[in-house]
């Protein structure tokens, strides 16, 4: 019994002490590669694009009920991922001032538009969305139009998931480097794998779906007592913080902004 007592004594020790020192992580995204811009002549128009989304989600408790907590996921417009937006931008509050609407494109279509968007990031969309869609309630129905700002093109980005994932690989790594990485308090590296994914959907000025891209933003994470922290995180334990999130998210799905531009180029000069 002493002996059991010892070790468990042992084993909350080196608990506290692992959990007191800064054991840094670094994130590794996947990346894609290299991409220059078109350069447009002189005379070449060049395309007005209104971009939604592409902003990560921060994690609010909504709930608590004893030891069961509620947790709901918004998006984290504070920091847009595409912070260079190409032949356009995310546009200001006052494009929802605009009273001129597309009267030509119907009210399904435009009900679809919106749609693509909220059904992947729910009612935290509607901040964006209602900058380029006024929506009208009619009985238990709405109807939905178009304001008319002169876009060419309308372009969505959804970075998802809303809550962390871990990838199909990650418990074998996460039961591999666990262990070890305690017993000798962070020398030894834990590894860890997570899903991260993007959409982006183009859409032309009358609302028609031009193309749709997916990007693998599958990521690994190293922490260890010696690594050098990435700019996603300085220490472990800042990882649960929302600045912290929205931080390690840039880093996370940015590393596809390239793919991103290249695809964006190839359907509006094509």
């Excluded at 994932?165 to 962070?186: I, V």
Aim: charged residues 25%; contains cysteine.
């Amino acid at each position: 019994m002493k002996n059991f007592l010892r070790n468990l004594f042992s084993l909350f020790l080196i608990s506290v002490v692992l959990l007191s020192i800064n054991c840094s992580t670094r994130v590794y995204p996947t990346l894609g590669e290299p991409y220059v811009r078109k350069t447009l002549a002189e005379n070449q128009k060049k395309p007005k694009i209104a971009y939604i989304g592409f902003a990560g989600f921060k994690e609010e408790l909504t709930a608590s009920y004893g030891r069961r907590r509620t947790y709901t996921a918004s998006l984290d417009y504070s920091s847009r991922i595409l912070t260079d937006p190409l032949y356009g931008d995310f546009g200001s509050d006052e494009l929802a001032k605009v009273s001129q609407f597309r009267r030509d494109i119907p009210s399904l279509k435009v009900r679809n538009f919106v749609f693509s968007f909220l059904d992947s990031v729910r009612q935290s969309g509607l901040e964006d969305m209602k900058k380029y869609v006024h929506i009208v309630p009619r009985g238990k129905e709405y109807d939905y139009f178009l304001r008319d700002h002169g876009f060419d093109y309308y372009v969505i980005g959804i970075h998802l998931p809303a809550f962390p994932e871990s990838a199909e690989d990650e418990n074998f790594l996460h039961a591999l480097s666990f262990p070890f990485s305690f017993f000798t308090l962070g020398i030894l590296p834990f590894v860890g794998k997570g899903k991260a994914y993007t959409t982006v959907i183009i859409f032309d000025k009358n609302l028609n779906e031009l193309k749709r891209f997916d990007y693998n933003n599958r990521f690994t994470e190293i922490s260890a007592l010696w690594m050098p922290a990435s700019k996603s995180c300085e220490v472990l334990r800042c990882l649960n913080g929302n600045n912290a999130r929205s931080i390690r998210n840039e880093h996370i799905y940015s590393g596809q902004i390239p793919a991103i531009e290249k695809d964006i180029e190839s359907v509006i000069f094509k």
